[in-house]
C-alpha cells in the first residue's frame, strides 16, 4: 500500500523556520521525483519545490527560491522541505507528491494527506 505521511507543520512567526517531512512506502521511492505542492484556502494547489530522483536535481517556485530547501533521503525513503524566512503569504497547507513518469505511459502520482502551515504574529 502506497503511503505519503507529511509531518513537521504549525504555527510559527514571520521570519521563522519549519521543516517538513515526508516519510514515503509502499513505492520505489529511489527512482521517483518528489515535489512539494501548497494549497492556500481558496487558492489554486501551486508546485513549491522538486527534487530528481536520478540527479537530486532541484527547482524552486520564484517566491521561496533562496528561502526554502528541498532534499531527500533515498535510505530513510523521506523528502524534507526546510523552509526559512518564512512570511503570512507562506501560509498553506502543504503536500508531499511523487511522480513517475515512464515514456509511452500516464504519469503515476502518489498523494500526502497534507500539513499545515501558519504564518502569523
Known amino acids: 500500500q502506497v503511503q505519503l505521511v507529511e509531518s513537521g507543520g504549525g504555527l510559527v512567526q514571520p521570519g521563522g523556520s519549519l521543516r517538513l517531512s515526508c516519510a514515503a512506502s509502499?513505492?520505489?521511492?529511489?527512482?521517483?521525483?518528489m515535489s512539494w505542492y501548497r494549497q492556500a484556502p481558496e487558492k489554486e494547489r501551486e508546485l513549491v519545490a522538486t527534487?530528481?530522483?536520478?540527479?537530486?536535481?532541484?527547482n524552486y517556485r520564484d517566491s521561496v527560491n533562496g528561502r526554502f530547501t528541498v532534499s531527500r533521503d533515498n535510505e530513510k525513503k523521506t523528502v524534507y522541505l526546510q523552509m526559512n524566512s518564512l512570511k503570512p503569504e507562506d501560509t498553506a497547507v502543504y503536500y508531499c507528491?511523487?511522480?513517475?513518469?515512464?515514456?509511452?505511459?500516464?504519469?503515476?502520482?502518489?498523494w500526502g494527506q497534507g500539513t499545515q502551515v501558519t504564518v502569523s504574529s
Open positions: 507528491n511523487a511522480r513517475r513518469l515512464e515514456p509511452g505511459l500516464p504519469p503515476r502520482d502518489y
Open positions: 527534487i530528481g530522483s536520478v540527479s537530486s536535481s532541484t
Open positions: 509502499g513505492f520505489i521511492f529511489s527512482i521517483y521525483d
